[in-house]
């Protein structure tokens, strides 16, 4: 188990909230941003940054999530956050639709945890 230092993160210098970090984390193979806000009742900005600490630290590969506004639950792409966005027209996996306005697509990041991982300040 990796034990991570973030208290350069004010939200989780709360003990019941990093308490509720290290149990959901546990629990958990990917984890996205706004379900680590949930979680913690941290904001999504102090989520996105123990993420990307965590890839900085490579304890986690972030991937970019494409949606389909037609359908926002179903995945059509998902590619490493270096790759950057996807390039237009994509094809719509779910409706076989070609899309070619980036308006019609919504975003979302997911990483992927490496190992188990415990966080102290």
Do not use: W
């Amino acid at each position: 188990m990796e034990k991570i230092e973030i208290k350069f993160i004010p939200a989780f210098q709360d003990q019941n909230r990093l308490a509720r970090l290290n149990s959901f984390i546990l629990r958990r193979n990917t984890v996205m941003p706004h379900e680590v806000a949930a979680a913690t009742g941290c904001s999504i900005q102090e989520s996105i940054t123990l993420l990307l600490y965590l890839y900085h630290r490579y304890l986690a590969d972030p991937y970019l999530l494409t949606f389909h506004t037609h359908h926002p639950l179903v995945v059509i792409e998902k590619t490493h956050l270096k790759e950057g966005l996807p390039e237009l027209p994509i094809i719509c996996d779910h409706c076989e639709e070609q899309i070619l306005n980036p308006d019609e697509l919504i975003y979302e990041f997911e990483f992927n945890l490496r190992g188990e991982i415990q966080f102290y300040v």
